[in-house]
């Protein structure tokens, strides 16, 4: 069973940047795309970005020019830099395959607060 495990959340000002990491217990970036998720408090869990096994990334509006998503294939890692945040962009963040197919993980909370 493929393990996600995402960390690098954590209180900041608005303005403020974050870099957000993806582990997996096996070998799963080169062969799936990939999606970053957020769940904001009393909202439905959202694709906020997600990078094709061929490196092809896509952004939902509201974080374009904003959060980057890349990979490390060799670390079995996936990151979501987030910059210029937001206090709507407060949620705990997720990783998962684009059809959602893993197990989720704990997530890790960002706090976007002055």
């Known amino acids: 069973q493929v393990q996600l495990v995402e960390s690098g959340g954590g209180l900041v000002q608005p303005g403020g940047s974050l870099k957000l990491s993806c582990a997996a217990s096996v070998s799963i970036f080169r062969f799936y795309a990939m999606g970053w998720y957020r769940q904001a408090p009393g909202k439905q869990r959202e694709l906020v970005a997600h990078i094709t096994s061929d490196g092809t990334t896509n952004y939902t509006d509201s974080v374009k020019g904003r959060f980057a998503i890349s990979r490390d294939v060799a670390k079995n890692m996936m990151f979501l830099q987030v910059d210029n945040l937001k206090p709507e962009d407060t949620a705990v963040y997720y990783c998962?395959?684009?059809?959602?197919?893993?197990?989720w993980g704990k997530g890790t909370l960002v706090t976007v607060s002055s």
């Open positions: 998962n395959t684009l059809n959602r197919g893993l197990i």
